[in-house]
T-cell receptor, first 110, second 113 residues
Framework: QKEVEQNSGPLSVPEGAIASLNCTYSDRGSQSFFWYRQYSGKSPELIMFIYSNGDKEDGRFTAQLNKASQYVSLLIRDSQPSDSATYLC??????????FGKGTKLSVIP | SQTIHQWPATLVQPVGSPLSLECTVEGTSNPNLYWYRQAAGRGLQLLFYSVGIGQISSEVPQNLSASRPQDRQFILSSKKLLLSDSGFYLC????????????FGPGTRLTVL
């Protein structure tokens, strides 16, 4: 059974700091990796995707993928209170389905 | 870009009543469509997915069903709701290619009393 593991948190960081969110997955055949942000009571919003080993940067967000270690992470630089949300890691294997982690709750303290 | 519409936004239904939730997609032809449920404090559970009109795959046994009468329409139904059907129901779609990128609709919060 495919599994995606995330620390549930809450992860608390001060405003302006770097928030580091981590995710591990069990399926070595995984090909695509996603980070979604979900505000309380709202639906998940796609913020980053990565397919190749290494780093991918988009504004304040950097996704990091290490397929050998089956590990994907999301770094948020200059964290803002508006970044406070639950972050979902999702992994795909090209078979129409994504496997989601249960999410890490991030709290950015002003 | 793809836009997913869902309605209603919230719904309160008595146990034993029927259910119909609708999802429509704009901006993409031949999308793969998905129904998820998110219970309080739990992760996303995939309920159904569809790769085309009339094609439905079920991921978990339950008293829910799904139908796809049109390319961009996906419906979640139940004949008799249970208390355990309460949750946040999310429709998602992807572009039908191999990138697996899914986008979510705004969701329907269902409370069964």
């Amino acid at each position: 059974q495919k599994e995606v593991e995330q620390n549930s948190g809450p992860l608390s960081v001060p405003e302006g700091a770097i928030a580091s969110l981590n995710c591990t997955y069990s399926d070595r055949g995984s090909q695509s990796f996603f980070w979604y942000r979900q505000y309380s009571g709202k639906s998940p919003e796609l913020i980053m995707f990565i397919y190749s080993n290494g780093d991918k940067e988009d504004g304040r967000f950097t996704a990091q993928l290490n397929k050998a270690s089956q590990y994907v992470s999301l770094l948020i630089r200059d964290s803002q209170p508006s970044d406070s949300a639950t972050y979902l890691c999702a992994v795909g294997a090209g078979s129409y389905q994504l496997t989601f982690g249960k999410g890490t709750k991030l709290s950015v303290i002003p | 870009s793809q836009t997913i519409h869902q309605w209603p936004a919230t719904l309160v239904q008595p146990v034993g009543s029927p259910l119909s939730l609708e999802c429509t997609v704009e901006g993409t032809s031949n999308p793969n469509l998905y129904w998820y449920r998110q219970a309080a404090g739990r992760g996303l559970q995939l309920l159904f997915y569809s790769v085309g009109i009339g094609q439905i795959s079920s991921e978990v046994p339950q008293n829910l069903s799904a139908s796809r009468p049109q390319d961009r329409q996906f419906i979640l139904s139940s004949k008799k709701l249970l208390l355990s059907d309460s949750g946040f129901y999310l429709c998602a779609g992807d572009s039908g290619d191999s990138t697996d990128t899914q986008y979510f609709g705004p969701g329907t919060r269902l409370t069964v009393l």
